[in-house]
């Protein structure tokens, strides 16, 4: 048996899709947490399901670019919101973190792991870089 205490690993969901500044923040803040962060992307399907279209960039880049970050450890793909806590167990989370736009919605896990929301980053969400850069707006 190591005597070496298991790293503190952070587990944190998202589609990153057109990455930007906001999905940088919540994952530095969230890296700063514990000793290594895994980061779960959602399929192109769940991101249909939930935002009502195709991601802009498909998982895979979504997940290489993600996975390129110094402050990732590493990705997984999300297949089902339902399947949360399979993927905390799986990935022995010690903590759960989000944005505060899902504030709430994930507190039946802290019998698993400490659940963490970070505010967002204000003014910039991929719906609007779409919208802007669609109209050819600055
Ligand atoms: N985010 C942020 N600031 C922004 C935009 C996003 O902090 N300006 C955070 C969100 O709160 C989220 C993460 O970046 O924690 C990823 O955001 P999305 O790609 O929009 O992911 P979402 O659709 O919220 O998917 O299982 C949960 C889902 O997979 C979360």
Redesign the pocket.
């Known amino acids: 048996m190591s005597s070496e205490p298991s790293p503190r690993t952070v587990v ?6 057109v990455f ?4 940088l ?3 530095e803040r969230a890296a700063e947490l514990g000793d290594r962060l895994l980061v ?3 399929s192109d399907e ?2 249909a399901s ?2 009502q279209r195709a991601p802009i960039y498909p998982l895979q880049e979504r997940m290489a670019i993600v996975a390129g970050l110094k402050v990732v450890d590493g990705v997984f793909v ?1 297949h089902s ?1 339902d399947l ?1 806590r399979d993927y905390l167990r799986e990935h022995h989370a010690d903590v759960l ?6 504030e709430g919605r994930f507190d039946e896990f802290n019998d698993t792991c400490e659940v963490v929301y ?9 719906t609007e870089l779409i919208e802007r850069i669609s109209w050819g707006s600055s």
């Open positions: 944190t969901f998202g589609t990153f899709d930007h500044y906001g999905h923040r919540v994952l779960g992307i959602s769940l991101n939930k935002k999300e919101l949360k973190v989000m944005g505060d736009d899902w970070l505010p967002r980053t204000p003014a910039i969400s991929t």
